[in-house]
């Protein structure tokens, strides 16, 4: 069975999700500075927000190897 990323609409969809999902993490531990509002932040949040930009980063790659594509015709 052949793996296959799905589509770059589906994949930016799921990384704009997924960094909206991070981002009140990141904003609790900033109002509430307590320990375990800056550790849910540095961990969970920064695991969701790393994982979102690397999908965005497959997008952005996946796009430019389109345009190369393109030009060589």
């Not at 994949?11 to 900033?30: E, G, K, Q, Y």
């Amino acid at each position: 069975m052949k793996f296959r990323i799905p589509s770059s609409e589906k994949l930016l969809r799921v990384a704009a999700i997924l960094a909206l999902m991070a981002l009140p993490l990141m904003v609790w531990s900033v109002f509430d500075p307590r320990v375990w509002p800056i550790m849910g932040a540095l961990t969970i949040g920064q695991g969701i927000g790393t994982f979102s930009f690397l999908l965005f980063l497959v997008v952005v790659v996946r796009d430019l190897d389109v345009l190369g594509k393109l030009r060589r015709r």
